[in-house]
């Protein structure tokens, strides 16, 4: 079964440290790796997106990398501000299967000023 | 582009009453996604369209879940009769095939 897990299910820094958000699969014939971001209430904003054939995607102090051989995607987040608060979802869209995402359960991240 | 619209953004309904879910996807998209978010479960993918056609229904839980896309610019998602266990936000979502998906907002459904 293609599943997806996210480690630690919540995580709680101070303002200013750089941090790491852990996400595995179980196959590695994967299309890509999209992480999201879930504030309380609302909808997924998408943050990367990485391909199959990449090792990392950076947007501002976000930086994504992916290791297909280890079923591993990291999410690393510079600087963490309080505004970086949020839950932080990772998915996995598998080669061979259907074309939808299959999420992890999620990190709630909170920053605290 | 405004991005994927869900309507409603709440509702609350009674049990055994129908629920119309609505989803306009960003326009170019192929793939259209209805997932559902529980606290027990988390992001569930319902079923997904490619084209406007069904292509794997095998997460509706039961077969008061129905869903239709009529044409490449609107979806439904019905529920018929509802029950309190169906309680969940509803996420529609597109694509273009093997890029990035976009969410819409969310239609947080209340069964009483």
């Known amino acids: 079964k293609q599943e997806v897990t996210q480690i630690p299910a919540a995580l709680s820094v101070p303002e200013g440290e750089n941090l790491v958000l852990n996400c595995s699969f179980t196959d590695s014939a994967i299309y890509n790796l999209q992480w999201f971001r879930q504030d309380p209430g609302k909808g997924l904003t998408s943050l990367l997106l990485?391909?199959?054939?990449?090792r990392e995607q950076t947007s501002g102090r976000l930086n994504a990398s992916l290791d297909k051989s280890s079923g591993r995607s990291t999410l690393y987040i510079a600087a963490s501000q309080p505004g970086d608060s949020a839950t932080y979802l990772c998915?996995?869209?598998?080669?061979?299967?259907?074309?939808?995402?299959?999420f992890g359960s999620g990190t709630q991240l909170t920053v605290l000023p | 582009d405004a991005g994927v619209i869900q309507s409603p953004r709440h509702e609350v309904t009674e049990m055994g009453q129908e629920v119309t879910l609505r989803c306009k996807p960003i326009s170019g998209h192929d793939y259209l996604f209805w997932y559902r978010q529980t606290m027990m479960r988390g992001l569930e993918l319902l079923i997904y369209f490619n084209n406007n056609v069904p292509i794997d229904d095998s997460g509706m839980p039961e077969d008061r879940f129905s869903a239709k896309m009529p044409n490449a610019s609107f979806s439904t998602l019905k529920i018929q009769p509802s029950e309190p266990r169906d309680s969940a936000v509803y996420f529609c979502?597109?694509?273009?095939?093997?890029?990035?998906?976009?969410f819409g907002q969310g239609t947080r459904l209340t069964v009483v």
């Open positions: 979502a597109s694509s273009p095939l093997f890029t990035e998906a976009f």
């Open positions: 998915a996995v869209r598998f080669s061979g299967s259907a074309r939808q995402l299959t």
């Open positions: 990485i391909q199959s054939s990449q």
